[in-house]
T-cell receptor, first 112, second 116 residues
Framework: SQKIEQNSEALNIQEGKTATLTCNYTNYSPAYLQWYRQDPGRGPVFLLLIRENEKEKRKERLKVTFDTTLKQSLFHITASQPADSATYLCALSNSGYSTLTFGKGTMLLVSP | EAEVAQSPRYKITEKSQAVAFWCDPISGHATLYWYRQILGQGPELLVQFQDESVVDDSQLPKDRFSAERLKGVDSTLKIQPAELGDSAMYLC??????????????FGPGTRLTVL
């Protein structure tokens, strides 16, 4: 069966460091991969989308990589800030009129 | 900035009762989604509408759940009867276009349901 794995343990880092979150998938050939941020008690907020033929995508302090051979995406936040503390979800979809399948998310805690 | 509205924000009910959630998408958004998110899990799609038509309800437990979007604008999700396992956050999202994989989905704040 299809499986999306994100680190279940929270990632704790110090302010100013680079946070790296991992999304691995099995039995899936996604055409697109998205990353969302979710704060407690709130709905997810879209951050970035990367296509299967793109190796890397950047937006301000955010960078996403997509390795279809390793079946893995890495999500980086550079110069992290306490305000970046949240749960980050990856979501996969195939081409065409398809639904998003979300991972469980990884909580990021950035200490001042 | 336009937002997806949901009500109520919190709902506590007893098992076997009926509950209903309401969602008003961003104006002009053709596609509307209902998700269920159990604590510690990612959102799971229950139903997707394109205008007033259901395009995907494969994960909707149809024996107890129903959803409608009669005029292609706001939507209601109903559970009857509620069961203990239905306790979760119910999220509504909308997207501007036809609901393809590159459309940005905008989520509402969710309704937290607790079934006692």
């Amino acid at each position: 069966s299809q499986k999306i794995e994100q680190n279940s343990e929270a990632l704790n880092i110090q302010e100013g460091k680079t946070a790296t979150l991992t999304c691995n998938y099995t039995n899936y050939s996604p055409a697109y991969l998205q990353w969302y941020r979710q704060d407690p008690g709130r709905g997810p907020v879209f951050l970035l989308l990367i296509r299967e033929n793109e190796k890397e995508k950047r937006k301000e302090r955010l960078k996403v990589t997509f390795d279809t051979t390793l079946k893995q995406s890495l999500f980086h936040i550079t110069a992290s800030q306490p305000a970046d503390s949240a749960t980050y979800l990856c979501a996969l979809s195939n081409s065409g009129y398809s639904t998003l399948t979300f991972g469980k998310g990884t909580m990021l805690l950035v200490s001042p | 900035e336009a937002e997806v509205a949901q009500s109520p924000r919190y709902k506590i009910t007893e098992k076997s009762q009926a509950v209903a959630f309401w969602c008003d998408p961003i104006s002009g958004h053709a596609t509307l989604y209902w998700y269920r998110q159990i604590l510690g899990q990612g959102p799971e799609l229950l139903v997707q509408f394109q205008d007033e038509s259901v395009v995907d309800d494969s994960q909707l437990p149809k024996d107890r759940f129903s959803a409608e979007r009669l005029k292609g604008v706001d939507s209601t999700l109903k559970i009857q009867p509620a069961e203990l396992g239905d306790s979760a956050m119910y999220l509504c999202a909308s997207s501007l276009a036809f609901g393809g994989p590159t459309d940005t989905q905008y989520f509402g704040p969710g309704t937290r349901l607790t079934v006692l």
